[in-house]
């Protein structure tokens, strides 16, 4: 146990309220917060953070794509991915066009070095994913996805 200034033990992850007996929404958000900083280390030395491998996802899986689209696919900001962007196309990694039916939307696609950068990315994270699914069976691990899955397109917003 960690002690705060006021002597308050606060338990460390996966002991008392910050384990099998805390809330559902706070271990799904300090799992979360682990898988990030996981994905962030297997990136590091890339240069490359999660918001952009999950743009340069975005942008791989659905090519011209808009930038508000991207923005609801990464649950990231429109301003975020508008400064992710720009930083990836300065770098050479993704270029944007001119949509012919809508001029303010610019359709992106990654460029072969964007591409490149990518598969690595994915390479690096594919491993961390392997290192998630350890000590899970196939039922496991299929019934943590359908349960994932079902939180995430639920309407847990009405009471009723």
């Known amino acids: 146990m960690q002690q705060s200034k006021t002597s308050v033990e606060v338990p460390e992850a996966g002991e008392g309220k910050r384990g099998e007996q805390g809330y559902l929404g706070y271990l799904l958000r300090q799992a979360s ?31 011209g794509i808009s930038g508000a689209e991207v923005a609801r696919l990464t649950m990231l900001t429109p301003q975020t991915i508008s400064l ?8 050479g990694r993704l270029r944007r066009a001119v949509s012919p039916d809508h001029g303010r939307i610019q359709p992106m696609e990654l460029t072969d070095e964007g591409k490149a950068l990518l598969a690595q990315c994915r390479e690096r994270t594919s491993r961390f994913d392997n290192r998630l699914r350890d000590g899970l ?24």
């Not at 297997?42 to 899986?61: C, G, H, R, Y």
């Not at 992710?84 to 770098?91: G, S, T």
């Open 84 to 91: 992710i962007v720009a930083n990836l196309e300065r770098d």
């Open 33 to 63: 917060n682990a898988v990030r900083l996981g994905v962030d280390r297997a990136l590091e030395d890339l240069s490359v953070t999660n918001p952009q491998f999950l743009v340069m996802t975005m942008i791989n899986a659905y090519p």
């Open 137 to 160: 069976t196939p039922d496991q691990e299929a019934f943590l996805r359908q349960w994932l899955v079902e939180i995430a397109t639920r309407n847990l917003t009405n009471d009723t």
